[in-house]
């Protein structure tokens, strides 16, 4: 399975960008798919995640109120939407998944996740 992570940027302090993950040859169906960030010299921290059988969502608190994630069942696609970006979330954006339902502690670890995008740069600057 092939994850293709896209969207990132460069955008202003208080501006908004979409960023898409594709699966190739398969859907989605009964996975489990997560956005994860990473900055030089950290560790891969979690961002958000949907479980595609029932849409069950989690954010990080960092997320909460100012990101959105969703899914397109018809194009095997799943959508975060950042509104309000800060230039704390400058990153290399990852999108992750696992062919299953996570249970909630999971979610939030990247070694729950089999699969992984080659990463979209985010930078929010002015």
């Known amino acids: 399975v092939q994850l293709q992570a896209s969207g990132g940027g460069l955008v202003q302090p208080g501006g908004s960008l979409k960023l898409s993950c594709a699966a190739s040859?398969?859907?989605?169906?009964?996975?489990?798919v997560g956005w994860f960030r990473q900055t030089p010299g950290k560790e891969r921290e979690f961002v958000s995640a949907?479980?595609?059988?029932?849409?069950?969502?989690r954010y990080a608190d960092s997320a909460k109120g100012r990101f959105t994630i969703s899914r397109d069942n018809a194009k095997s696609t799943v959508y975060l939407q950042m509104n309000s970006l800060k230039p704390e979330d400058t990153a290399v954006y990852y999108c992750?998944?696992?062919?299953?339902?996570?249970?909630?502690?999971?979610?939030?670890?990247?070694?729950?996740?089999?699969?992984w995008g080659q990463g979209t740069q985010v930078t929010v600057s002015s």
């Open positions: 040859g398969r859907t989605f169906s009964g996975w489990t």
């Open positions: 949907i479980r595609w059988a029932d849409r069950n969502t």
């Open positions: 992750a998944a696992a062919p299953k339902s996570l249970i909630f502690s999971a979610t939030f670890t990247p070694s729950s996740y089999d699969y």
